[in-house]
């Protein structure tokens, strides 16, 4: 019972892109992890392993230090023991290699150690945010940077990632929607799918290749009221048609390891939970590889309630499937107990440690357990190459929210005889917090900021910026303003660089229950709208951020997100015009925090609000008595797919190769799909990008469905006055649904699709799926 099939078959043209079609046939040939020459020789060494020896193939260790002094000092003799099967937080090349060292030519067995880290938008040349990247809607783009980021790490001796986090998340209160794609399991797929072609590469066992590591299984975006680590309650319907398919698309692309999630799932915790872990990954999936806790859940489980004890919590973890237990040192300690007990059958230790040698044994450590060592000391800098790069990614993610004429004409991009520019804001010179939270090996020094390439670039004609902080990010101290205002006043145009804090108030562990902008910076906002001088507010955060005022009193409004080492010039180029915004929104922007969690694939209710004037309180039952609210909108501010661009595009109506599709005949894979093309021109006088993008709703069905939901994307580059014919594929995989039967069925049904430039806008049509 595995999720929509289509995963893999057609994300895979959503990222067969000019640059990487040959690279991806070629990975096509590479050693999956269920090689028989793999199971071969991990069979022959698990038959040589002590219990100790299998149970240390399941102990992680967390740690930045294993030198003297350490309080992990204990883990190099481990190391040498055979006790542990890999290190999470050790980097550089003389670091991995010690240990290695040890395990290798000390333990009786000489089994390699492997190396883990963080490594979620890239090692040392920091890419945007994983929620950026996905605004891109380019998966090719985040193959690429994910190759990148394999390359630098594995100079450096780390071989696994804990990337990509594939969690559907809809709730932008939870800090942890940074880190993945949003709120769409069709987008999410593909972005899946992107991250471990590029971490993988061609080969497991190519030196620059690292394993990926989907997390967080499962559901974890799903935390009640975004609150990080909170209860996840989810229909099994629910699960398998939205918080699945991203995992299930990057098993099928090879993906080698899953983390299973903090939280617990329908009163479970997903880290003991044998239905998830089990059925499901191993029995229904046939996942081969391994599946590592996340920080220390083996023992949360206590805390949870599901075991008094660790050694209950190690038992139950893994009996339900768990291979390896990060950091909670549960396993070492109780297992060698509860196996001669006979609590746990040996059976399953040896499978979890036949896991682990299969991925070392894909990975190639065997054969070559050592990296190079540089002649310097130090993190390598970053390529050249490898930066321009990073900026393209940053430009191609920024979302154009709003830009409204001032002066006759659109704001952007800004008006080149502007003498004077006044840029103020607390993020327009901060360089840590382009980098965004999980930066691996990023440095500060490596990033140019918004004030430095704005600088450059007017210096160069003569013209001047003059920058005003305004204001922290967190205060209420209001000192700043007045020369902030004084600026303002002194400019020809305004640019506000505002926002999160990005190690503070992004990630893991900085959930908001208000999802305004934070500290003072809204008062500083409207005390320079009030000089009068057209204002582009420019948003630096890791999620949707609740900007209501702005929208109704600023003109030009840019998500910038955490744009990664070359955020300036990134920035400087678009808001020049060098290059014209093309991202979209992956995620809902909402009114007001009280319509979180918001996604644009809800269900519609047996009370639509639709043709209800929404906008007052209502005046009567007839009003009154809807899926509403009588304080606010029901639509989002700014919708999923939601992006301008410097010029416009139109769409012609659509067309249909037929009316009526056969739900036995899709099923049965013997009936013709359906095609569903448009016309896309570039109405405006600019050259641009436009995300085409394509919707289904089906009605009449055994269970109700979404009010639309996304099944393609396409990107187009047109000049002005050019025009593409765009066409859609609409089959089994795009219609299929978990049925009232729990089947993954195509069923008859009255069907719409639409096709156009966000969730909220499309020309449409209408077929029909007869039995």
């Known amino acids: 019972m595995a999720p929509k099939m289509r995963s893999v078959r057609v994300l895979l043209l959503a990222i067969t892109f000019t640059w990487s079609f040959c690279y991806l046939r070629a990975q096509e040939l590479g050693p999956r992890l269920d090689d028989p020459a793999i199971e071969r020789r991990v069979s022959e060494l698990l038959g040589q392993m002590t219990l100790e020896e299998k149970i240390?193939?399941?102990?992680?260790?967390?740690?930045?230090?294993?030198?003297?002094?350490?309080?992990?000092?204990?883990?190099?003799?481990?190391?040498?023991?055979?006790?542990?099967?890999?290190?999470?937080?050790?980097?550089?090349?003389?670091?991995?290699?010690?240990?290695?060292?040890?395990?290798?030519?000390?333990?009786?067995?000489?089994?390699p150690l492997v190396f883990a880290l963080d490594v979620i938008h890239g090692y040392r040349t920091i890419f945007p945010v994983p929620l950026a990247m996905a605004s891109t809607w380019d998966p090719s783009l985040v193959e690429q940077a994910s190759r990148i980021a394999a390359k630098e790490a594995t100079k450096e001796g780390i071989r696994w990632t804990f990337s990509p986090m594939v969690d559907i998340a809809r709730d932008a209160r939870w800090g942890r929607i940074v880190e993945g794609a949003g709120e769409d399991p069709y987008l999410g797929s593909a972005m899946a799918v992107a991250y471990v072609r590029g971490y993988q590469g061609a080969r497991l066992d190519d030196p620059q290749s690292m394993l990926a590591c989907m997390k967080h299984f499962i559901g974890y975006g799903g935390a009640e009221a975004g609150r990080e680590y909170n209860t996840v309650e989810i229909s099994e319907r629910t699960l398998r048609q939205i918080y699945?398919?991203?995992?299930?698309?990057?098993?099928?692309?090879?993906?080698?390891?899953?983390?299973?999630?903090?939280?617990?799932?329908?009163?479970?915790?997903?880290?003991?939970?044998?239905?998830?872990?089990?059925?499901?990954?191993?029995?229904?999936?046939?996942?081969?590889?391994?599946?590592?806790?996340?920080?220390?859940?083996?023992?949360?489980?206590?805390?949870h309630g599901i075991a008094m004890d660790g050694k209950t919590a190690a038992r139950k973890a893994i009996l339900a499937g768990l291979d390896v237990d990060l950091e909670s040192n549960l396993f070492s300690r109780h297992l060698p107990e509860l196996v001669r007990s006979g609590a746990v059958p040996e059976s399953a230790v040896d499978q979890a440690a036949r896991r682990m040698l299969r991925i070392k044994y894909a990975l190639g450590l065997f054969d070559h357990p050592y990296v190079p060592e540089p002649a310097a000391g130090g993190v390598p800098k970053p390529d050249p190459a490898d930066v321009e790069f990073a900026r393209t990614v940053a430009e191609r993610s920024f979302v154009l929210l709003k830009n409204e004429n001032s002066g006759g004409k659109p704001l952007l991009p800004l008006d080149p005889d502007a003498h004077t520019i006044a840029l103020i804001g607390p993020l327009a010179d901060s360089a840590s917090d382009m980098l965004g939270p999980w930066r691996a090996r990023g440095n500060a020094a490596d990033v140019v900021t918004l004030r430095t390439a704005l600088t450059s670039r007017m210096r160069q004609s003569g013209r001047q910026v003059l920058y005003a902080k305004g204001t922290q990010i967190l205060t209420a101290e209001d000192k700043g303003f007045a020369e902030a205002v004084a600026a303002a006043k002194q400019a020809d145009v305004v640019l506000l660089a505002l926002g999160e804090d990005a190690l503070w108030m992004s990630a893991e562990g900085a959930s908001r229950a208000h999802l305004g902008l934070p500290g003072n910076q809204q008062q500083l906002l409207e005390a320079v709208a009030a000089t009068g001088k057209p204002v582009v507010l420019i948003v630096f955060s890791g999620r949707p951020l609740t900007l209501i005022w702005a929208a109704g009193h600023v003109p030009a409004i840019l998500q910038a997100w955490f744009p990664g080492v070359q955020a300036g010039?990134?920035?400087?180029?678009?808001?020049?015009?060098?290059?014209?915004?093309?991202?979209?929104?992956?995620?809902?922007?909402?009114?007001?925090?009280?319509?979180?969690?918001?996604?644009?694939?809800?269900?519609?209710?047996?009370?639509?609000?639709?043709?209800?004037?929404?906008?007052?309180?209502?005046?009567?039952?007839?009003?009154?008595?809807?899926?509403?609210?009588?304080?606010?909108?029901?639509?989002?501010?700014?919708?999923?797919?939601?992006?301008?661009?410097?010029?416009?595009?139109?769409?012609?109506?659509?067309?249909?190769?037929?009316?009526?599709?056969?739900?036995?005949?899709?099923?049965?894979?013997?009936?013709?799909?359906?095609?569903?093309?448009?016309?896309?021109?570039?109405?405006?006088?600019?050259?641009?990008?436009?995300?085409v993008e394509l919707y289904v709703r089906l009605r009449g069905t055994s269970v109700a469905l979404p009010v639309r939901q996304l099944e393609g994307f396409r990107r187009v580059a047109l000049a002005p006055g050019d025009s593409k014919r765009v066409e859609f594929t609409v089959g089994r995989d795009e219609l299929a649904f978990w049925n009232i039967d729990m089947q993954d069925l195509v069923e008859p049904a009255s069907a719409t699709v639409w096709v156009g430039p966000s969730s909220a806008e499309g020309e449409s049509a209408d077929f029909v799926i007869a039995k």
Not at 633 to 651: D, E
Not at 680 to 685: E, I, K, W
């Open 569 to 691: 010039p990134a920035l400087v180029r678009t808001l020049f015009g060098d290059v014209s915004p093309s991202g979209k929104l992956t995620v809902s922007m909402p009114r007001s925090v009280g319509q979180e969690p918001l996604y644009y694939d809800a269900l519609s209710t047996g009370r639509p609000a639709d043709g209800v004037d929404l906008s007052r309180p209502p005046g009567n039952n007839h009003e009154k008595y809807h899926s509403r609210y009588v304080d606010e909108l029901n639509a989002a501010l700014f919708p999923f797919g939601y992006g301008l661009s410097y010029t416009k595009f139109s769409y012609s109506p659509l067309e249909l190769s037929t009316s009526q599709m056969s739900a036995s005949g899709l099923n049965q894979k013997t009936a013709q799909a359906l095609h569903v093309s448009t016309t896309v021109r570039n109405a405006g006088s600019r050259a641009g990008d436009e995300i």
């Open 56 to 111: 240390g193939q399941t102990v992680h260790f967390a740690d930045n230090s294993t030198g003297p002094g350490s309080p992990h000092a204990d883990y190099r003799e481990q190391a040498a023991q055979g006790h542990v099967g890999s290190f999470e937080n050790i980097t550089g090349a003389a670091e991995t290699n010690s240990l290695q060292k040890l395990a290798v030519e000390k333990s009786r067995l000489h089994i």
């Open 244 to 303: 699945l398919p991203p995992f299930y698309a990057a098993v099928e692309a090879g993906g080698g390891s899953v983390m299973s999630a903090f939280s617990t799932l329908n009163g479970v915790p997903a880290t003991s939970n044998w239905f998830t872990l089990t059925q499901i990954l191993r029995q229904e999936w046939g996942f081969p590889g391994v599946v590592i806790s996340d920080y220390g859940s083996v023992g949360e489980t206590i805390a």
